[in-house]
């Protein structure tokens, strides 16, 4: 069973990624918490969720033991199989996640792509007791972020040739007061504050 891989960042896509561990790649499935914090052709370490069925071996890694962690709480809920756990990992946050099954808020959960009503009830009615620790993780996102918002807004900016770490800090504080705006109303607001 592969528990950890330690390597070379060799390819690097927002939902996976090639990790060279020795002159072997090893192909892992990430979600975009994860990516952000890769850099291409650097040494990295993840932590591995292996899972194996008759036709094939997947990798799954994770920057922190407690993505991990929720990683599989999630997929422990008949219904949510890995790559819709990724995806939702890649939507919200562990706190969002974690604050959305404590609060019964269902239509957070049906915004991740994939997950429906009776999925997001079940999720919640299944992992309710199980993730308070997440939502103490000392992550600093408090309110409600729409994570697909502020990522395709700050992919528009990078295309604008506004580096990314000067538009985040932006976003981050926009949102934080104006939570539900849309891409073109954030991509607006972060250049009147540059």
Partial sequence: MVY????IVQELHPTSMV???NGVGYYVGISLQTSEKLVLGKETFLNIQQIIREDVHLLFGFNTILEKELFNLLISVNGVGPVSAIIMLSSLSN???ASAILTNNSLLLQKVKGIGTKTAERIIVDLRDKVQKFKDSGENISTFVNNKVKHESLSALEVLGIPKKMSEKIADRILKQTPDLSVEDLV???LKNI
């Fill in 95 to 97: 706190n969002e996640i």
């Fill in 4 to 7: 950890s891989l330690k390597g």
């Fill in 19 to 21: 990790i060279d561990v």
């Fill in 188 to 190: 607006k607001q972060i």
